[in-house]
């Protein structure tokens, strides 16, 4: 068991080995009366194409599978996981993203049978054709749902527009057709490979000691055979497939999703770059600056125009999104700070205050046992050390850092426009 | 977790919860008003214009220069309907002082900063708001109001209120509406702001580990300078039971259908029942354990989500689903099945699970600074404050008898349906 202390925080955490092959992480934080944990795998929509170590073929698995496992490993033979959970008291949910899929809950009693449930369910598959086909049904409605959300369908549109064939391009959940696909065999398939407990992390936050996980870890954790897991995905050409796609649906207020598609020269991204390029975005388009400004008064933005660099294994872009009467000439004007910025260059100024708004929102997240245990499972699957590494880095991160991230991104060639706007 | 309310002039009070171990102070400057029809949009325009700027951050490239220098504190306006009224808010976040890499309080700089954009609005040389912020806050609301449009689950909720309170004020959306927007003038927003300041119900909430003495005594000086005309607050209007079912369907793009439930509750929101009333909602159609989630979704498949919402303070529980057109009435007659299980009494395992869980629920608030500041700013219309701890204890009091009276006191006010044109099937 490793101590981690942060001197800036005053938190400290700790990381365990588990002999399971599972990597565990505990915050305890003191006055806290309530828990949350996550237990997460390494397997997202993106894991369509993969290989283990102890086979010789290759898995192809249809669109939308992470997800649909997902809702499955809530049920088994008998009282399935949310019927467990009410008789803790504890709130229980799970999601799917492009690289993970992570099943948690919060409490403040009973925690340490809530973590029993968890890491029960999530170690017992039961899937059967028959609950497969139900599952079908219910998955394409949440599907459908997702058809009626702007916000949702101008970022797919836009990653559609950058990526030609990496599966960051699909829809998370998959369609309607794909998971028709879907079999229980298929379902095992994925669960054996990516539910292998040296490709998973637990993490917990809050109202607990780091004795209490691993003792509950001992009991229920059997160790997990060492398999290797490789991804494929087919090569992703530097250029972009369109710069403009269009969506129409029963609304007034368009929405927009702008990015910069980036070169992308190894699967992930040291926390170093990570804080440079936030330090870059919150320079050029945070609320202190001329662009911002400029667009808020020219009545081009609203309060929820959003930056972000987004970035998982083999993908990087650079997107801003928001809602807006004209999201060309947003589009435009982000162009042309980005021009102006790396002609210009950064000022002292514009870099102090960036940094300091940002690591003083960094700090405030540890308010929240939720970031902290959900960024434990970030920062592990991405291969960081420590949590605490991103607040270190925007101490340490200098301007000319910064000047020199900014000229090797937001290429005007690698650009695209997606917006969705009423019929 | 304790608090400490102070009562700093006449329907001005503030309310301090006294908590070092966060990272942050949350503070939030609330003003209750009446929900009118005529004065909802300018009301919901001044306060948004209120926190972009002020005599002494006179844009707001200059104030978020301020609130980046405070180590990025964060700044927003909030709008609420509570009851027959409007609540109208600015909020701030900011780190603890122990984070301050100069010494400086940065927590007591938010809170000068909040009451200075309060009470120190930019005015021109006439007193009045300058004509380019209104215009360009015009703009913002509507767009508040188009972006909840666009979510269509917001929207046909919105629509549901509207048909079931078409003859309450209650059915004035709080941010009011884009015709009424577009008429605002210059007059009419001083005047506003004057009767907001002056009149509204006002609650300062402060979470973290201020200097109480010192906040208060500031806040009390800074709002002894205005001329207070204190009125209390109306009742809101109450409808104990439907009179008859009323129902539309709505036919717009969409690639799902929504349905609405909107029950009147025969309660009065200081009943000594509530509390029975909030659990019966969560037994009903709160978590996973529900008759609803476990009935309507889970075992018959008819609605991807299906949810009920307990308006205390409007005496209401609005029930939403996600539903295709095909299944609506059938959902429909599922839910009341389910309401009649519930007060035939079979409801055993449901309850047990509910109190457990709404019990839980309220105890996480303890843990997060921003809900403990929500906790006590929603407050703002009741008489007297409780804290997370007093409500479980109230729940754990109810019984299972006042469950199945609570169910009785549900009367079927208005169906709502929004699914797409017909010949598209």
């Known amino acids: ?423 | 977790m304790n608090y400490c309310e102070n009562k700093i002039a006449d329907g001005i009070s503030l309310i301090s919860v006294d908590a070092k171990h966060f990272k942050t102070t949350e503070i939030a400057i609330n003003l209750a008003v009446p929900l009118g029809k005529e004065t909802a949009s300018v009301n919901a325009l001044v306060i948004n214009m209120l926190s972009r700027k002020n005599k002494e951050y006179p844009s707001m490239a200059v104030l978020n220069k301020k609130l980046a220098y405070l180590y990025g504190a964060e700044l927003s306006a909030n709008i609420n309907k509570f009851g027959d009224c409007q609540v109208l808010s600015i909020g701030a976040s900011c780190v603890d002082d122990r984070f301050s890499l100069d010494g400086e309080s940065i927590s007591f700089e938010c809170i000068k900063l909040l009451a200075s954009l309060i009470l120190n609005p930019k005015l021109d040389e006439n007193g009045n708001f300058y004509q380019e912020d209104i215009d360009a806050e015009k703009r913002l609301l509507i767009e508040q109001i188009e972006a909840e449009n666009n979510e269509k689950r917001t929207y046909v909720l919105r629509q549901a209120e509207r048909l079931m309170f078409e003859n309450e004020i209650y059915s004035t959306n709080k941010f009011g509406d884009i015709e009424n927007i577009k008429n605002i003038t210059a007059k009419q927003c001083i005047e506003a702001y004057h009767k907001i300041v002056e009149t509204a119900k006002i609650s300062i909430v402060v979470v973290g580990s201020t200097d109480t003495d010192k906040t208060v005594s500031y806040i009390s000086e800074e709002f002894a300078k205005i001329d207070r005309k204190y009125t209390s607050l109306n009742e809101t209007e109450f409808v104990p039971c439907a009179e008859k079912v009323k129902e539309k369907m709505e036919r717009i793009d969409v690639n799902q259908g929504k349905l609405v439930l909107g029950f009147r509750v025969n309660l009065k929101p200081e009943d000594k029942l509530t509390p029975a009333m909030r659990l019966f909602c969560d037994i009903f159609g709160g978590g996973p354990y529900s008759k609803l989630f476990t009935n309507v979704r889970e075992k018959m498949s008819l609605c991807y989500y299906c949810a009920a919402g307990y308006t205390k303070l409007k005496s209401c529980i609005m029930i939403q689903c996600g539903c295709n057109e095909e299944n609506m009435d059938k959902a429909v007659g599922e839910i009341l099945n389910q309401l009649e299980a519930i007060k035939s009494g079979d409801f055993e395992e449901e309850f047990n699970s509910s109190k457990i869980s709404v019990k839980d629920m309220f105890l996480t608030f303890n843990d997060a600074p921003s809900l403990l500041e929500g906790w006590y700013s929603n407050q703002i219309t009741q008489s007297t404050l409780k804290t997370p701890e007093e409500t479980v204890s109230e729940i754990e009091a109810v019984t299972k008898e006042q469950i199945i009276q609570c169910a009785k006191l549900l009367s079927l006010d208005t169906v709502y349906k929004l699914s797409s044109p017909k010949e598209d099937k």
């Not at chain 1, 698995?61 to 008291?89: N, Q």
């Not at chain 1, 949702?152 to 794909?178: E, Q």
């Not at chain 1, 995905?233 to 368009?254: C, G, Q, S, T, W």
């Open chain 1, 1 to 423: 068991m490793k101590k981690v202390n942060s001197e800036i925080l005053g938190d400290s955490y700790y990381e365990i080995e588990h002999e399971s092959g599972l990597k565990i992480f505990v915050m305890p934080k003191e006055n806290y009366s309530s828990t949350y944990a996550i237990f997460g795998t390494k397997y997202g929509s993106i894991d369509n194409r993969f290989k283990r170590s102890d086979k010789e073929e290759w898995t192809v698995v249809p669109e939308g599978i992470a997800h649909f496992l997902e809702h499955k490993l809530f049920e088994s033979e008998d009282l399935d996981a949310f019927a467990r959970y009410a008789k803790t008291g504890a709130s229980a949910n799970a999601y799917t993203s492009f690289d993970k899929t992570c099943y948690l809950f919060k409490c403040s009693d009973n925690f340490e049978a809530s973590l029993e449930i968890l890491l029960d369910f999530v170690t017992h598959p039961y899937f059967t054709a028959k609950t497969v086909e139900k599952e079908q049904g219910i998955i394409g409605q949440e599907i459908t749902m997702y058809y009626d959300d702007a916000g949702w369908m101008s970022t797919f549109n836009l990653l559609k527009c950058l990526y030609k064939n990496h599966p960051v391009r699909i829809d998370i959940a998959g369609t309607v057709n794909s998971i028709a696909q879907i079999t229980d065999k298929l379902l095992y398939d994925c669960y054996d490979t990516f539910y292998n407990l040296n490709n998973m992390c637990l993490a917990v936050a809050g109202d607990v000691t780091p004795e209490q996980v691993v003792k509950m870890c001992d009991k229920m954790l059997k160790k997990a055979p060492d398999i290797k897991i490789e991804r494929s995905f087919e090569d992703e050409p530097r250029e972009i497939v369109k710069d403009y796609e269009e969506y129409h649906l029963a609304m007034n207020m368009p929405v927009f999703a702008f990015g910069y598609k980036e070169e992308c020269k190894k699967p992930e991204q040291d926390v170093k770059t990570v804080a440079e390029t936030t330090v870059l975005l919150e320079i050029l388009a945070g609320d202190t600056s001329e662009l911002y400004n400029e667009m808020f008064e020219e009545g081009l933005i609203n309060a929820s125009f959003s930056k972000e660099y987004f970035t998982g294994y083999g993908y990087e872009a650079i997107l801003f999104e928001g809602e807006s009467e004209n999201p060309n000439a947003v589009s435009e004007k982000i162009k042309q700070a980005v021009a102006k910025l790396k002609n210009d260059g950064i000022s002292q100024e514009q870099f102090e205050t960036a940094r300091r708004s940002l690591y003083g929102k960094e700090i405030m997240n540890y308010n929240y046992v939720s970031y902290i245990a959900n960024n434990f499972i970030n920062c592990e699957f991405n291969g960081w050390d420590s949590i605490f590494d991103i607040l270190e880095a925007y101490k340490t991160v200098t301007k000319e850092d910064i000047e020199k991230r900014l000229n090797c991104v937001m290429d005007e060639k690698y650009s695209a426009l997606s917006v969705v706007k009423g019929k």
